[in-house]
């Protein structure tokens, strides 16, 4: 449940300075952040009365948002059943697999172009890095 998700710790620093749950999100949140992609950590998602927190949720060019879930533990029986009905949840508001919704397992994160890859087939446009320190007094 959300609660629960809430109570889980934030303990993972990205390089803009995002705190979030595990590495994984940690190596998403650095490679959007470096891609000029805009991004919202666990922003609210209320479906049928229920609220979610999706791990990004991407701004694209359109004006059209995309999800994005990394599901981390999915060998643990509890998190497995808890991804499976969340992305059910996501269906019923129109977030759908392959269209809108970015699911990814640990393998997926092995090499970072394959989160580019990831990127590039749901349309999004990755702009080559950008330096996040660029405001910062030298």
């Known amino acids: 449940s959300g ?5 889980e710790q934030l303990i993972y ?6 705190m979030v749950r595990s590495k994984s999100e940690r190596m998403i949140a650095d490679f959007l952040t470096e891609h ?4 919202r950590y ?11 927190y999706p791990d990004f949720t991407i701004l694209c060019e359109d004006g059209t948002l995309l999800l994005w879930e990394h599901f ?3 060998e643990q029986d509890e998190y497995f059943k808890h991804a499976c009905e969340k992305i059910k949840a996501y269906r019923k508001k129109g977030y759908i697999q392959h269209t809108n919704l970015i699911c990814t397992w640990e393998e997926d994160l092995l090499q970072a172009e394959q989160l580019e890859e990831i990127l ?6 990755i702009l ?5 320190d660029q405001g910062a007094a030298a």
């Not at 666990?42 to 979610?52: D, M, N, Q, W």
Request: glycine share 16%; charged share 20%.
């Open 72 to 74: 981390g533990l999915m």
């Open 128 to 132: 080559s890095g950008i330096d996040i």
């Open 13 to 18: 620093q990205t390089k803009s300075g995002i």
């Open 3 to 7: 609660a629960l998700k809430q109570l």
């Open 36 to 39: 000029g992609i805009p991004f």
């Open 42 to 52: 666990e922003a609210k998602l209320v479906i049928h009365g229920r609220t979610y």
């Open 120 to 125: 590039i087939r749901f349309g999004v446009e």
